[in-house]
T-cell receptor, first 119, second 115 residues
Framework: GAVVSQHPSRVICKSGTSVKIECRSL??????MFWYRQFPKQSLMLMATSNEGSKATYEQGVEKDKFLINHASLTLSTLTVTSAHPEDSSFYICSARISGSSQSADTQYFGPGTRLTVL | AQSVTQLGSHVSVSEGALVLLRCNYS??????LFWYVQYPNQGLQLLLK??????LVKGINGFEAEFKKSETSFHLTKPSAHMSDAAEYFCAVSALNTGFQKLVFGTGTRLLVSP
């Protein structure tokens, strides 16, 4: 249980285009999802917290207009990188928390990640 | 605010040897602590977690960790390393003052296992 999927797993795009990454909780409902960015051989950096039906909360230094997050349902959050540039190339990972008060509600379950390369 | 320090960016062991990955945390309130493993080009998989109760926590793949409040540590151990354990390991902390929502990660430790 507690499986999170991401799509696509890998994307290459031209500079100036926009890219959408989907994060889905497959076997549970997730009121809250998280988006992280990971640079090579580094730790995960939290970009934003996404709550179903409301605006995302962005971490300091993350451009909300560049990284658009939508959490339209309890099983889907999307991250759109707008007008992507080479410096946006990175590994993007989402995670989800199980809704409710179950024993697993305090745990984040991670997706497999999306490798974005901007040419 | 919470923080995590993982000592040693790389740890090398021989197959069959004891694995010890160190994690120290800082938190002004009682923390929840997690260990995750990441294989190349993949997301993170939960190994184990400590929330409350028993301080020795057993996880998947034979790993365990012990919460030591006096030492502010949560070191990860495995009695006998296997080649398949080679991966990146992350320690993370969350706390009540963020509703246990926000995870703060350490910088990770790469475990290398030699035959």
């Amino acid at each position: 249980g507690a499986v999170v999927s991401q799509h696509p797993s890998r994307v290459i795009c031209k500079s100036g285009t926009s890219v959408k990454i989907e994060c889905r909780s497959l076997d549970f409902q997730a009121t809250t999802m998280f988006w992280y960015r990971q640079f090579p051989k580094q730790s995960l950096m939290l970009m934003a917290t996404s709550n179903e039906g409301s605006k995302a909360t962005y971490e300091q230094g993350v451009e909300k207009d560049k990284f658009l997050i939508n959490h339209a349902s309890l099983t889907l959050s999307t991250l759109t990188v707008t007008s992507a540039h080479p410096e946006d190339s990175s590994f993007y990972i989402c995670s989800a928390r199980i809704s409710g008060s179950s024993q697993s509600a305090d745990t984040q379950y991670f997706g497999p990640g999306t490798r974005l390369t901007v040419l | 605010a919470q923080s995590v320090t993982q000592l040693g960016s790389h740890v090398s062991v021989s197959e069959g040897a004891l694995v010890l990955l160190r994690c120290n945390y800082s938190s002004s309130v009682p923390p929840y602590l997690f260990w995750y493993v990441q294989y190349p080009n993949q997301g993170l998989q939960l190994l184990l977690k400590y929330t409350t109760g028993a301080t020795l926590v057993k996880g998947i793949n034979g790993f365990e960790a012990e919460f030591k409040k006096s030492e502010t540590s949560f070191h990860l151990t495995k009695p006998s390393a296997h080649m398949s354990d080679a991966a990146e390991y992350f320690c993370a902390v969350s706390a009540l003052n963020t509703g246990f929502q926000k995870l703060v990660f350490g910088t990770g430790t790469r475990l290398l296992v030699s035959p």
